[in-house]
């Protein structure tokens, strides 16, 4: 009766992962492979639990403490992050710095400069082969402010 019950515990937290991860914002493949993981854990366990190997299961879990561990107790943000605000919509205009940026070329850098800068990155990023819309905008926003 108690492995029934510990796997119908092991499955009501799976379903809790599963939950969870459909709203994640799964920002890259290291990410993705920690959700993959830590789901796969818990299937693990579940599964050892429903087949009465009540001890393997525990040892799967004890591997997902950590990370069931950061689900319950949200992270602080710290290091240098911390003190930027966070991320929202940026505004249209863009500064020559940005533009600067967005080019890769220097604070005292020539008409010609610039408009090497931008032919070499638009060869790369145009939409007709195969590049993103917005950043070819972004290129051709940050070439305008720059050349006027």
Same mark, same amino acid.
């Given at each position: 009766?108690?492995?029934?019950?510990?796997?119908? +515990?092991?499955?009501l937290?799976?379903?809790g992962?599963?939950?969870?991860?459909?709203?994640a914002?799964?920002?890259?493949?290291?990410q993705?492979?920690?959700?993959?993981?830590?789901?796969?854990?818990?299937?693990?366990?579940?599964?050892?639990?429903l087949?009465?190997?009540?001890?393997?299961?525990?040892? *799967?879990?004890?591997?997902?403490?950590?990370?069931?561990?950061?689900?319950?107790v949200?992270?602080?943000a710290?290091?240098?992050?911390?003190?930027r605000?966070?991320?929202?919509?940026?505004s249209?205009?863009?500064?020559?710095?940005?533009?600067?940026?967005?080019?890769g070329?220097?604070?005292g *850098?020539?008409?010609?400069?610039?408009?090497? +800068?931008?032919?070499?990155l638009?060869a *790369?990023?145009?939409?007709?082969?195969?590049?993103?819309?917005?950043?070819?905008?972004?290129?051709n926003q +940050?070439?305008?402010?720059?050349?006027?």
């Amino acid at each position: 009766m108690i492995p029934l019950l510990l796997g119908v +515990a092991c499955l009501l937290v799976l379903m809790g992962a599963l939950g969870r991860f459909s709203r994640a914002s799964v920002a890259s493949l290291r990410q993705m492979g920690v959700w993959v993981v830590a789901i796969g854990g818990l299937l693990l366990a579940a599964l050892l639990f429903l087949v009465g190997r009540g001890a393997g299961g525990l040892a *799967a879990l004890a591997f997902l403490g950590p990370l069931v561990w950061s689900w319950v107790v949200q992270p602080t943000a710290k290091g240098p992050t911390a003190s930027r605000p966070p991320p929202g919509p940026r505004s249209s205009v863009m500064t020559p710095a940005e533009a600067r940026e967005v080019l890769g070329v220097s604070p005292g *850098a020539s008409r010609d400069d610039i408009r090497s +800068a931008y032919l070499r990155l638009m060869a *790369a990023a145009h939409p007709d082969r195969g590049g993103s819309d917005w950043l070819a905008s972004r290129i051709n926003q +940050a070439r305008d402010v720059l050349l006027g």
